[in-house]
């Protein structure tokens, strides 16, 4: 079964350094968005009931919002080449945007680096006792092995129905590696059932390294845990490249958890700070630096591929960009904690970030499922309209739809529910809440 990656952009990954290298089979109180001026954005006159005091409505709108990206990424993106002249004029503005939605992943990388350590930094603030090993990862697979384990047997019962299936010794290996969130560090298995679950399995060794993060932090502070983890992506880049140069030993570079370290880290370093834990830099919550940080992602994204690939600049602006765009997300993150203080004290959030938080609820589905439908877009053809009108009218849609299906019925039974209402946490020193993470 070929994922959307594999059949509309060739099995590329554009977060990935070059093909070659992986060759695959404003301030924190103005939150009513005065900067953008758009209505849509202007605070509403209470918040959603099913976040107050339970949830932080900014992280989920975050979510929602990276999760939109990578669904349109992938349903609209490839699109609007052969498109009527009038669409294509109309799309024009929207497209190179939807183009870079990929980097939802890296914002998703940073969120999660902020809810895991929640519970630590909340414990380390309250001085009660920290959540063990043992505890963190029983949690951490009632929570996210279950939906997923679905997910995986949806795609490949679909694949044994569509496709000659044949059980070979390729096949076995491809499911073990896929059971045990491992198919990121094959080349031929990091995109052959969803071309989207390489990251569910950085997810999961990163959570692995979470305890050395820990370790490293306690022992020399923030500063130079960073520089470890930015240190983790160099080294992997060179050592693997070197391998597969000499060795032929294809263990992808960019599918790798030593590759968006850096960016969970910030994000832990981030909820510490709520706690009063470490003191962030004034620029930390400021919308400008996040704009700069933006532009200059987007520069060195555009800019690559005018690079002559294999040659030592490529690789060095490469190794950058990623980062620049976790610095960014970092600020983001800050911002919104920050701003949702403000939101909860007069009791209104914006309209557009309650909405995209209600998205984020049901964002690993969305995460989870999307693709799917997506391969089943051909089902509309018979409509007869156009492919970019299909995917943004249509798949879309019908792929949020089916996550919040897939939700109710595969994600949210397993939530971590029990714990959370025995045992009611906060966010924020004046605020009750919880994070179902």
Known sequence: MRSVWDREVGGSNPLAPTKYLDVVPGHPAN?????????????????NPDYQGRRLCGIDALRGAAALAVVLYHTVGPKGQSEPLVLQWIAAPFLPVIRLG?????????????????????????????????????????????????????????????????????YLWDLLLHLL?????????????????????????????????????NRWGWGRTLVVCLAARVIWFIVFTALRN???????????????????ALGAMSVEAVYGLVKLPAWSHKMKVAGVAVAGSVGLSYLLPAVQNRSVLYSILWLCVHPLWAVAFFVFLSWFVAAEKTWRINAQTPVLIRYLAVVGVFSYSLYLTHELVALEEYRFAFLNIS???????????????????FFQFAERPYHNTVRIKAQPSRVFPEVPTTIDA
């Open 31 to 47: 939150t009513s968005f005065k900067f953008l001026r758009v209505k849509f954005l202007a605070r509403g006159p209470g918040q």
């Open 102 to 170: 990929y980097v939802g992943v890296l914002l998703f990388f940073v969120i999660s680096g902020f809810c895991i350590h929640l519970a630590r930094a909340r414990a380390q603030s309250d001085g009660g006792q920290p959540m063990s090993f043992t505890s963190f990862w029983k949690r951490r697979i009632r929570r996210l092995y279950p939906p997923y384990l679905i997910a995986l047997m949806l795609f490949l019962l679909i694949a044994g129905f569509t496709t000659n299936f044949q059980a070979t010794a390729f």
């Open 181 to 217: 969130m491992l198919h990121n560090l094959d080349a031929r298995t990091v995109y052959s059932v969803n071309g989207v679950f390489w990251t569910l399995a950085i997810e999961e060794q990163l959570y692995v390294a979470y305890f050395l993060l820990l370790f490293l932090r």
């Open 246 to 264: 000499h060795f032929n030993i294809n263990i992808p570079i960019s599918e790798s958890a030593a590759s968006y370290w850096f960016n969970w």
């Open 387 to 405: 492919p970019l009108a299909t995917a943004f009218l249509l798949t879309t849609p019908v792929a949020v739809a089916f996550a919040w299906l």
